[in-house]
């Protein structure tokens, strides 16, 4: 599976004020983060270049200790596509999985069954495609509230292994599996070994808190369920990854965007959900040029400073992603916008994520 790097430049330490050499009066001159930023930047050879890794003091309240995420070779600009969705063809998906028309029994107008295997289909143009065995509803998906309860747990968290199947030959048979489907250039975003110990004590705690019967608790079920992966991806054009989640637009429509979530057990896929895929219209783009790692972090501040905040901040990831906007409902019709997604993790809050327009700097609301 091809591996995306990233742009590499010297790492450069930022600091909140300098000693200026040669004053008479030694005297310490205040540097504000836009001065430290478009300073540091100036001084690498190429002025709209970036750095894969930034770790300063931004504005009162917020800090950055962020990652760069760019594509391989990074000019500085890149291309807004035309798209279009195209809907999976149910055959094509049953193939993939060893089953035949013959073999599934409709349940109701895109909803089908095979023995425990049930496939639900959609053709809107927000539609997906979601396959569950009976016992993908017996998973809970990774939450970072239980991380730090379930850190004991032997094997559980992101990017550990499991007894059953390494990591590694689970990422590469679910890519496989989507390209036979039809998701090309999918990409691996994140992976979690998730242990039956982590599956019950969710369930314990759920419980506890009234939101389980007792009885519906799964006991001695768990030694044939089994210990699980939870795989994230989304697809990629131009190396720069669709970004994973729902938006809604202007009129109030949601749409999907390119998250890929399966859930793998020694049994092999209990749960895949997809999103209808997105299809470049090659011929129909328009290059543009992208707000360097200066004039992002210019934006972030600005709209930090004009946010009251009741906690601290740190800015934890910036990357190059694509958003597909709606622009003609009618036809299906929409816009590749490059965006920076920028996570912040909070004391309180973890993982929100702010979206820029990645060649203007506006904010978009979602």
């Given at each position: 599976?091809?591996?995306?790097?990233?742009?590499?430049?010297?790492?450069?330490?930022?600091?909140?004020?300098?000693?200026?050499?040669?004053?008479?009066?030694?005297?310490?001159?205040?540097?504000?983060?836009?001065?430290v930023v478009?300073?540091?930047?100036?001084?690498?050879?190429?002025?709209?270049?970036?750095?894969?890794?930034?770790?300063?003091e931004?504005c009162?309240?917020?800090?950055?200790?962020?990652?760069?995420?760019?594509p391989?070779?990074?000019?500085?600009?890149?291309?807004?596509?035309?798209?279009?969705?195209?809907?999976?063809v149910?055959d094509?998906?049953l193939?993939?999985?060893?089953v035949?028309?013959?073999?599934?029994?409709?349940?109701?107008?895109?909803?089908?069954?095979?023995?425990?295997?049930?496939?639900?289909?959609?053709?809107?143009?927000?539609?997906?495609?979601?396959?569950?065995?009976?016992?993908?509803g017996?998973?809970?998906?990774?939450?970072?509230?239980?991380?730090?309860?379930?850190?004991?747990?032997?094997?559980f968290?992101?990017?550990?292994?499991?007894?059953?199947?390494?990591?590694?030959?689970?990422?590469e048979e679910?890519?496989e599996?989507?390209?036979?489907?039809g998701?090309?250039?999918?990409?691996?975003?994140?992976?979690?070994?998730?242990?039956?110990?982590?599956h019950?004590?969710?369930?314990?705690?759920?419980?506890?808190?009234?939101?389980?019967?007792?009885?519906?608790?799964?006991?001695?079920?768990?030694?044939?369920i089994?210990?699980?992966?939870?795989?994230?991806?989304t697809?990629?054009?131009?190396?720069?990854?669709?970004?994973?989640?729902?938006?809604?637009a202007?009129?109030?429509?949601?749409?999907?965007?390119?998250?890929?979530?399966?859930?793998?057990?020694?049994?092999?896929?209990?749960?895949?959900?997809?999103?209808?895929?997105?299809?470049?219209?090659?011929?129909d783009?328009e290059?543009?040029?992208?707000?360097?790692?200066?004039?992002?972090?210019?934006?972030?501040?600005?709209?930090?400073?004009?946010?009251?905040l009741?906690?601290?901040?740190?800015?934890?990831?910036?990357?190059?992603?694509?958003?597909?906007q709606?622009?003609n409902?009618k036809?299906?019709?929409?816009?590749?916008?490059?965006?920076?997604?920028?996570?912040?993790?909070?004391?309180?809050?973890?993982?929100?994520?702010?979206?820029?327009?990645?060649?203007?700097?506006?904010?978009?609301?979602?």
């Open positions: 599976m091809k591996m995306k790097k990233k742009v590499l430049i010297t790492v450069l330490s930022f600091v909140a004020c300098i000693v200026i050499a040669g004053c008479s009066d030694n005297q310490v001159q205040d540097i504000t983060p836009d001065e478009n300073q540091t930047i100036a001084e690498s050879e190429t002025p709209n270049s970036l750095v894969d890794h930034i770790n300063m931004l009162e309240n917020v800090n950055v200790d962020a990652d760069i995420a760019v391989n070779n990074f000019s500085g600009s890149v291309n807004k596509y035309k798209a279009y969705v195209e809907p999976f149910r094509d998906v193939k993939v999985f060893g035949s028309e013959q073999d599934v029994e409709q349940l109701s107008d895109n909803l089908y069954r095979n023995e425990n295997t049930f496939f639900e289909f959609s053709n809107e143009v927000s539609g997906s495609l979601s396959i569950k065995t009976e016992n993908a017996c998973y809970y998906m990774y939450n970072p509230d239980y991380a730090e309860a379930c850190s004991t747990i032997e094997n968290g992101e990017d550990q292994e499991l007894d059953f199947q390494s990591s590694g030959m689970v990422k679910v890519v599996l989507l390209e036979e489907m998701i090309n250039n999918a990409v691996v975003k994140r992976m979690y070994a998730l242990p039956v110990e982590y019950q004590y969710i369930e314990k705690t759920y419980a506890e808190n009234g939101m389980l019967q007792e009885s519906e608790m799964l006991g001695e079920r768990w030694n044939d089994g210990d699980c992966y939870e795989i994230i991806l697809t990629e054009y131009d190396d720069i990854s669709i970004y994973e989640d729902t938006y809604v202007e009129d109030d429509s949601a749409y999907n965007g390119g998250k890929i979530q399966v859930i793998y057990s020694k049994d092999g896929i209990q749960r895949l959900d997809a999103p209808n895929q997105y299809r470049i219209m090659e011929q783009f290059t543009v040029q992208v707000l360097g790692t200066e004039e992002i972090l210019s934006v972030i501040q600005t709209k930090m400073n004009n946010v009251i009741t906690e601290n901040y740190t800015v934890i990831k910036l990357e190059l992603c694509y958003l597909p709606i622009i409902k036809s299906g019709d929409f816009l590749m916008q490059p965006i920076w997604k920028v996570t912040l993790n909070g004391e309180d809050s973890m993982g929100t994520n702010y979206l820029f327009k990645a060649d203007t700097g506006e904010e978009i609301q979602w």
